[in-house]
């Protein structure tokens, strides 16, 4: 029997384009999308900021250097967070209906400063009983350090837990932990998953 329904963040319940970041940097630096892509991308600054090595500050600073972007913190953080769009891929109505019922789990690879935004930004938030975050945990997904962080915050065992996570790596990192995990790929979908298992919202 399901105990803890646990959500990814990024493209389950907040749907995101990197390209809109790359965009918006573009003019500012004076490289194309495709170089900042290849910068950006050919270092492990990124990862090391969402597995909480490196201080919001610092990340920017390396970051602004790497790609000669003019920007301060504030500057940067309004261009970084603009991959976000406003409206969510679930509604709060399922996180609010779930919670009557079981303990309900974020589990997301993302950073200080993507973070910060999106609970400034977005209401389900409230609907969560712990918000599992790589950059917290000091592990990034699919490392089992951050599944079992997880299933200590679901307070029940592994088998008692239903993940869902749009990348087929991180389903697979959560089965070997023992969690029931599924690939999201829509809202119709999930909830066929939930209802196969028993899972009420309503």
Known sequence: MIKTVIFDLGKVIVPFDFAR?????????????????????????????????????DFVAQLCKQLELPLNFEQFCDLWTCIFLPDTLLPDSLFEGLRKRYRVLLLSNTNAIHFAMLQRTYTFFQHFDHLVLSHKVGALKPSPVIYRE??????????????????????????????????????????????????RWD
Not at 162 to 178: H, L, M, N, S
């Open 21 to 57: 970041g790359y965009r918006a940097m573009e003019p500012l630096c004076g490289y194309p999308v495709a170089e900042i892509q290849k910068r950006i991308g050919s270092t492990d600054l990124v990862q090391r900021f969402e597995s909480g090595q490196v201080e919001p500050e």
């Open 150 to 199: 997880a299933i200590a915050r679901a307070q029940c065992l592994p088998q008692e837990c239903f993940f869902t996570d749009d990348i087929p790596e991180y389903v697979e990192g959560a089965k070997r932990a023992g969690i029931d995990a599924v690939q999201f790929s829509n809202r119709e979908q999930l909830e066929e998953e939930l209802k196969a298992r028993g899972i």
